[in-house]
């Protein structure tokens, strides 16, 4: 009859009646007290029934709730009458776990420990759910923690969590508990952080989440600078401002500093720097390092160091209009190949520029790469920064800045000018390389590009044999125009078999076979057989005297074949004989003819 009774005020929050009903008829109603206090609605304060929430003593166990009796107990009512009238009892509390089965392990009168542990953290859950005031949760877990109730600091952390994002950040109303356990602590941080302005940021920082890293430093240890760092990091890659913030009220001489730990402030700020994606805030990232203890020694090789010569070196790249972050310099320290591209990006930019570099900034830009080498990528020589230079400078498209090379370069084997930064022999195959570009870019023999690859070559005074090649082939060009032979320097390189320019140029007009002396030098500038001069001279002289003969000039045929007979050479015998055979010929003069009958 009393669990009836007891209904009614639980639902309407009357604590008073409660507190009288489980001190006079506690028989009844006190192995369902969870169950009763877990109805009362979840808008009550529970500081309101206080008195009514069971707490631990020394046992272990839930503190013996004091009952009374406000009548002498009749012999009808004792339990052994009661056992002879009711072999059977009827379980009057049962109705009320029908809709509850699960709160079925919470009937007892002296629940233990563990039991009340696992109620209260039900209850709290249940009173933020339903009724989504977490003031009315946390009120609840500090009755319980005042209670000697252990195990629920995570839970009431979390409360304390959600209580200031909901009602002092004002993030989401709508923020649960469930949801907000499910985010991790960097989530949890950025949500806190998300309203809060420039000018706010800092003072919002020192009271949310320095309580809020607390918190998490508490359950595991190094917790609090793990997550700081993250947190940096993440905004970092965005924006390095606020960032900057926090380090300058975190440097040496601050009040009640951010980060307190000098050790720690200098990870913070070499992870925070090197995460930032961005290449537009290289002042900003300047004024974060400078929050650095200057105490600490700079030694040479340290991560503080680095640091230095990593902003030195993106300084550069900007003032040559290359955009890299810092990540990218530490990445690519030790990699040959893009140490190598870097340079040669520097360099072409400034050949590119709508203004020219003078001959200043090209000492400068040279001193540049050198630093670069330096600083950050002592992984290739200093010899290597020479050559790219002088690659740029080569590569520029402008006589004045090839020119330049020269200063760099070694133009002879011995002597003064043999002691250029590059050596002889490589100075020559980086001419070459360069002469060769322009050569095979040019349309034709007047082509400034032409001029260009000239230019270069010109540079060697000792010629060795890789630029007179070079030369040559100028030359041939230049011959082969004079033969009006329709090609592009480039074909001219690419031709397999240099004989058949050659004879490209004999076709070329009706008089060419005639100009012998020409025919020969071209044949001797496309290096026909090598450095075999007699080879060039028959394979050369067989082609003018079989062209000679088509035209029927037979004096002209007969002549160059007597110097290749002469010469011994054999491979001309066959057009030999076709001369001699030749009508033509034969009433020409027949005194050659006699002759070369003989021969043959």
């Known amino acids: 009859m009393f669990l009836f009774l007891a209904i ?31 109805s009362i609605p979840e808008t009550t304060p529970p500081h309101d029934y206080q008195s009514l929430f069971p707490v631990i003593c020394g046992e272990n166990r839930a503190v013996e709730w004091e009952e009374y009796n406000h009548r002498e107990e009749d012999w009808s009512e004792s339990s052994r009458c009661q056992s002879i009238l009711n072999p059977s009892p009827i379980d009057y509390g049962a109705f009320l776990y029908e809709e509850n089965a699960n709160m079925k392990r919470f009937r007892c009168i002296r629940p233990s420990h563990d039991l009340l542990r696992d109620w209260y953290l039900l209850r709290s859950r249940e009173m933020e759910e339903l009724s989504s005031q977490v003031d009315n949760a946390l009120d609840l877990l500090n009755i319980a923690i005042s209670g000697q109730i252990r195990g629920l600091e995570r839970v009431y952390d979390d409360l304390q969590t959600l209580s200031m994002l909901v009602y002092e950040c004002q993030t989401n109303t709508a923020l649960s508990l469930s949801y907000l356990q499910n985010m991790s602590d960097l989530d949890k941080i950025k949500l806190f952080m998300s309203k809060s302005t420039n000018d706010m940021f800092v003072k919002n920082y020192r009271k949310w989440i320095l309580s809020f890293v607390d918190q998490c430093e508490n359950r595991q240890k190094g917790r609090r600078n793990q997550l700081t760092k993250e947190y940096l990091i993440d905004i970092a890659k965005e924006d390095l401002t606020l960032c900057k913030l926090i380090f300058e009220n975190s440097k040496p001489g601050v009040s009640n500093p951010i980060i ?89 930019l400034a050949a590119k520029r709508r203004i020219l570099p ?4 090209w000492h400068q830009l040279l001193e540049d790469l050198l630093n670069l ?29 090839i020119r330049l090379a020269g200063e760099v370069i070694s133009i002879t084997r011995e002597g003064p000018e043999s002691r250029g930064r590059i050596g002889y022999e490589r100075s020559s195959k980086l001419i070459v390389e360069a002469a060769r570009e322009y050569f095979n870019s040019s349309a034709n023999l007047m082509d400034p590009s ?78 026909v057989c090598g450095t075999n001069e007699m080879a060039r001279k028959g394979q050369v002289f067989s082609l003018i005297a079989k062209t000679s003969m088509k035209v029927k000039d037979y004096k002209l045929a007969y002549q160059v074949c007597s110097e290749l007979v002469a010469d011994n050479y054999s491979d001309i015998w066959p057009v030999c004989r076709q001369l001699g055979e030749a009508s033509d010929f034969k009433e020409l003069d027949a005194r050659s003819v006699d002759k070369i009958q003989k021969q043959i």
Do not use: W
């Open 260 to 348: 307190s730990d000098s050790a720690f402030l200098i990870e913070a700020i070499l992870c925070t720097l090197y995460a930032c994606e961005r290449t537009d805030q290289l002042n900003i990232a300047i004024q974060i390092a400078h929050c650095i203890p200057t105490k600490l020694k700079r030694s040479k090789g340290s991560d503080i160091d680095k640091l230095d010569k990593h902003l030195e070196a993106q300084e550069l790249l900007q003032r040559h209009e290359i955009e890299k972050p810092l990540q990218f310099l530490k990445e690519t320290e030790k990699n040959k190949e893009e140490a190598k591209l870097l340079m040669i990006r520097m360099t072409r």
């Open 450 to 527: 032409m001029d260009l690859a000239r230019s270069c070559l010109q540079l060697i005074k000792d010629i060795p044999d890789i630029i007179q090649q070079e030369l040559d082939l100028v030359a041939a060009l230049a011959l082969l125009d004079d033969f009006k032979v329709p090609i592009l320097p480039l074909q001219v390189r690419l031709c397999e078999n240099y004989l058949d320019l050659v004879a490209e140029a004999l076709r070329s007009s009706p008089n060419a076979y005639k100009d012998l002396r020409k025919l020969t030098k071209l044949a001797k500038y496309l290096r």
């Open 358 to 361: 003078d001959q200043k900034e």
């Open 8 to 38: 009614a005020p639980f639902q309407n929050s009357d604590c008073e009646a409660l507190h009288v009903l489980f001190t006079y008829h506690g028989s009844d109603l006190l192995p369902h007290r969870l169950l009763i206090l877990g």
């Open 373 to 401: 080498q330096r600083n950050v990528y002592n992984c290739i020589k200093q010899e290597t920064c020479y050559e790219i230079y002088v690659q740029g400078l080569l590569g520029s498209n402008h006589l004045p800045v």
